[in-house]
């Protein structure tokens, strides 16, 4: 059985190492890839009935390359990615239903839409209303019915597994297009410590060390989860690859997000062992701490010392840099301004671009999904980000059986607070942390907690 899940592992990596190739040598190859990857997971889930959450799989899978197409030109539109999410899950739960529990979410999807009505009369004429609206909202409803499809469902382990699976294979390929793109980057420094996107495959450095941290946490956590040698060490080498690729982007915040991810998962997974399983956590800890010093000395090498400088708030000539946020800071306080000056319906979805435009003169899209919430809608922000907040909280406290529910509620917190929900991927694996995890038996046993 072991040997199977190895080859099956080993053919999944190899299709994914196929696809990054095939669309790095014909660019235009990534639509006809996508159409397929597409029209397979509708028949995939239509014909299983959803009946092992094939859904969810599907989700996963185009959550975590959602990136990879866009960056290769690959979409149709701009936001396929998150209405493609949406429509697995609103399928799925054709099949499946949801919790009764869910009141919660419903209202929190019901509240972000005073927002449009509010922007139909604040947005200025020369804004597409569509576009804006599509742009501000569509991450928040992904999450939304994300959370409506996972809160209090019910999956097996390897179920869960397979999930994170389908997640995990695109980040891959999109890892190995990078390489592909990038293979040296010493003439991708020339532009000192800021967000490189040279190193980034020619797209946004905040998203593509966002996706690649997301695929350093799942890589890492399979290490301590999936209990065979040879995936196990191949996992290591995947994580060493991807984390270097995360790091040279230049962008900290899915680096840090991730870091900060891992040591959540691990306090979690720690606890719930035995004293003797605890001491070899330790142990593993200590190799991926060696591991880590490793992959940074060959990066600090590599980047001549610049990616140090990066991390220390410092420019090329290493002198301190006055703004650790990069600008990120005034975007806050200026969506802050918006809401105490529109406290009650908020300025409207999509304004808080124009808004800023006119206090500072600079367009910038939001990168604050918190801040953003408050301005654009007003109190009804403030109960939409409680609900996000507690809901998940009062769910953990009874049901502690999901070893990455602080993992994910972090990483979907500390994403939406340096990039928004410019990708699906923070809402879905918002998702993902309510989800109740039982063992892999005919007929889960219903209980609090489990035991290994």
């Known amino acids: 059985?072991?040997?199977?899940?190895?080859?099956?592992?080993?053919?999944?990596?190899l299709l994914h190492l196929l696809i990054a190739v095939v669309v790095y040598m014909y660019r235009?190859?990534?639509?006809?890839?996508?159409?397929?990857?597409?029209g397979f997971w509708i028949f995939y889930v239509i014909l299983k009935e959803n009946k092992n959450n094939e859904a969810l799989m599907a989700a996963a899978y185009i959550s975590g390359a959602e990136v990879f197409y866009r960056m290769t030109g690959?979409?149709?539109?701009?936001?396929?990615?998150?209405?493609?999410?949406?429509?697995?899950?609103?399928?799925?739960?054709?099949?499946?239903?949801?919790?009764?529990?869910?009141?919660?979410?419903?209202?929190?999807?019901?509240?972000?839409?005073?927002?449009?009505?509010?922007a139909s009369f604040t947005l200025d004429y020369d804004v597409v209303f569509r576009k804006a609206v599509a742009f501000n909202l569509s991450g928040p409803v992904t999450l939304g019915v994300s959370?409506?499809?996972?809160?209090?469902?019910?999956?097996?382990?390897?179920?869960?597994n397979y999930v994170l699976l389908m997640l995990l294979l695109p980040l891959i390929a999109n890892m190995i297009y990078l390489f592909l793109y990038t293979p040296s980057i010493g003439e991708a420094l020339m532009s000192g410590t800021n967000s490189n996107y040279a190193t980034s495959g020619g797209y946004g450095p905040n998203q593509i060390s966002t996706v690649m941290g997301?695929?350093?946490?799942?890589?890492?956590?399979?290490?301590?989860?999936?209990?065979?040698?040879?995936?196990?060490?191949?996992?290591?080498?995947?994580?060493?690859?991807?984390?270097y690729r995360a790091i040279i982007t230049?962008?900290?915040?899915?680096?840090?997000?991730?870091?900060?991810?891992?040591?959540?998962?691990?306090?979690?997974?720690?606890?719930?062992?035995?004293?003797?399983?605890?001491?070899?956590?330790?142990?593993?800890?200590?190799?991926?701490?060696?591991?880590?010093?490793?992959?940074?000395?060959?990066?600090?090498?590599?980047?001549?010392?610049?990616?140090?400088?990066?991390?220390?708030?410092?420019?090329?000539?290493?002198?301190?840099?006055?703004?650790?946020?990069?600008?990120?800071?005034?975007?806050?306080?200026?969506?802050?301004?918006?809401?105490?000056?529109?406290p009650?319906?908020?300025?409207?979805?999509?304004?808080?671009?124009?808004?800023?435009?006119?206090?500072?003169?600079?367009?910038?899209?939001?990168?604050?999904?918190?801040?953003?919430?408050?301005?654009?809608?007003?109190?009804?922000?403030?109960?939409?980000?409680?609900?996000l907040i507690l809901v998940p909280i009062i769910f953990w406290t009874k049901f502690k059986n999901n070893y990455y529910f602080l993992a994910f509620l972090a990483f979907w917190f500390l994403t939406i607070n340096h990039s928004a929900m410019r990708i699906a991927l923070p809402g879905f694996v918002y998702g993902l942390a309510l989800l109740y995890i039982v063992d892999d038996k005919k007929h889960p046993v219903h209980r609090k907690r489990l035991t290994d």
């Open 1 to 13: 059985m072991k040997k199977l899940e190895y080859i099956n592992y080993l053919k999944l990596l």
């Open 28 to 38: 235009p190859a990534g639509q006809f890839l996508l159409f397929g990857t597409l």
């Open 74 to 118: 690959s979409m149709v539109f701009y936001e396929t990615g998150k209405y493609s999410v949406i429509l697995f899950l609103l399928i799925g739960m054709f099949y499946k239903g949801t919790s009764v529990k869910t009141v919660s979410y419903w209202f929190y999807l019901l509240i972000l839409f005073p927002g449009v009505v509010v």
């Open 147 to 160: 959370a409506l499809y996972c809160y209090y469902k019910k999956i097996t382990k390897t179920q869960f």
């Open 214 to 243: 997301m695929g350093a946490i799942i890589l890492f956590t399979r290490f301590f989860l999936i209990k065979n040698k040879t995936i196990n060490f191949i996992d290591i080498g995947l994580l060493a690859l991807m984390s």
């Open 250 to 342: 230049f962008s900290r915040g899915g680096v840090l997000t991730a870091v900060i991810c891992i040591l959540a998962f691990i306090a979690v997974y720690f606890y719930k062992q035995d004293s003797k399983e605890q001491s070899k956590i330790v142990f593993k800890m200590g190799l991926f701490g060696v591991i880590g010093i490793i992959i940074w000395m060959f990066t600090a090498i590599k980047t001549e010392g610049l990616i140090v400088n990066r991390y220390t708030n410092r420019d090329a000539a290493g002198r301190l840099e006055d703004d650790i946020t990069t600008g990120r800071a005034e975007l806050i306080i200026t969506e802050l301004q918006g809401f105490y000056y529109n």
């Open 344 to 387: 009650v319906i908020g300025i409207g979805v999509g304004k808080g671009k124009g808004m800023r435009s006119e206090m500072t003169g600079t367009a910038t899209a939001s990168h604050n999904e918190v801040s953003r919430l408050l301005s654009e809608h007003g109190l009804l922000g403030l109960v939409a980000i409680l609900i």
